[in-house]
C-alpha cells in the first residue's frame, strides 16, 4: 500500500513569511508524528498526535510553531514568521496503535525548508 | 532524560568486510529499539524493531541485538555491499507508541 506523503518536498520561502507543510498518513494508523532534522541539532521530536487525544506538543521550539490533524488523518504544521534557524528537513511519520505489540514508525520522504 | 549516542559517526570499509554499528542509551527502561537507514536527501526506512524483552531480531543480513543492563545495542550487517552505504540511526521511544528520541547517526561507506 502507499506510504506516508509529505508535500511539497522542498519550499523556499522569505524570512518572515508563513508556511504550512503537509503529510498523508498511511491508512488506518492513528499515531502521527513531525519531527525536524538539521544540520546542527540531529533528528528533534516535534509533535505527536494519537487518535482522539490531545496532542503531545512538548517538542515544538517556539509559538510560532503549530500542528492540527483534520479528521483523525492529514496534518499539517505551519511555521509563523519564518526565521533562518527554521531551515531544516522536515519529517512526519505514522504508526498503528498497538497495547503491546510493535509499533514501528513509517517515515515520509520529508519536505526541505529553506528559509532565505 | 533519554540520551542516545551513535559511536563512530562515520565508517568506512571495504566491500565484504561485516558492519558493526554501535548504539547506547542512558535510561534502561525502554520499550522497544528500533534502527533505521536514510540515504542521502530521502527519509528514513525502517530497519528492525526490538521489543524490550527481546535480546536480538534478524532480517536477512541484518542482526541487531539489544542489551538493556548495558545500555547497548548493535546492528550488524554481514557481507557489506556498496548499496549498504547510507547513514544509519537509532531511536528509542519513551513508551508505546510514543516519540522516538535518536542518536547522531553512523554515516557508513562501503568501498567497492
Known amino acids: 500500500g502507499a506510504g506516508v506523503s509529505q508535500s511539497p518536498s522542498n519550499k523556499v520561502t522569505e524570512k518572515g513569511k508563513d508556511v504550512e507543510l503537509r503529510c498523508d498518513p498511511i491508512?488506518?494508523?492513528?499515531?502521527l508524528y513531525w519531527y525536524r532534522q538539521s544540520l546542527g541539532q540531529g533528528l528533534e521530536f516535534l509533535i505527536y498526535?494519537?487518535?482522539?487525544?490531545?496532542?503531545?506538543k512538548s517538542g515544538l521550539p517556539s509559538d510560532r510553531f503549530s500542528a492540527e490533524r483534520t479528521g483523525g488523518s492529514v496534518s499539517t504544521l505551519t511555521i509563523q514568521r519564518t526565521q533562518q534557524e527554521d531551515s531544516a528537513v522536515y519529517l512526519c511519520?505514522?504508526?498503528?496503535?498497538?497495547?503491546?505489540?510493535?509499533?514501528?514508525?513509517?517515515f515520509g520522504p520529508g519536505t526541505r525548508l529553506t528559509v532565505l | 532524560k533519554q540520551e542516545v549516542t551513535q559511536i563512530p559517526a562515520a565508517l568506512s570499509v571495504p566491500e565484504g568486510e561485516n558492519l558493526v554499528l554501535n548504539c547506547s542509551f542512558t535510561?534502561?527502561?525502554?520499550?522497544?529499539l528500533q534502527w533505521f537507514r536514510q540515504d542521502p536527501g530521502k527519509g528514513l526506512t525502517s530497519l528492525l524493531l526490538?521489543?524490550?524483552?527481546?535480546r536480538e531480531q534478524t532480517s536477512g543480513r541484518l542482526n541487531a541485538s539489544l542489551d538493556k543492563s548495558s545500555g547497548r545495542s548493535t546492528l550488524y550487517i554481514a557481507a557489506s555491499q556498496p548499496g549498504d552505504s547510507a547513514t544509519y540511526l537509532c531511536?528509542?521511544?519513551?513508551?508505546?507508541?510514543?516519540?522516538?528520541?535518536f542518536g547522531g547517526g553512523t554515516r557508513v561507506l562501503v568501498k567497492p
Open positions: 491508512s488506518g494508523h492513528t499515531a
Open positions: 535510561d534502561s527502561a525502554i520499550y522497544n
Open positions: 511519520a505514522s504508526s498503528s496503535w498497538t497495547s503491546g505489540g510493535a509499533d514501528t514508525q513509517y
Open positions: 531511536a528509542i521511544p519513551k513508551a508505546a507508541g510514543n516519540k522516538l528520541t
Open positions: 526490538i521489543q524490550s524483552s527481546q
Open positions: 498526535f494519537q487518535g482522539n487525544s490531545a496532542p503531545d
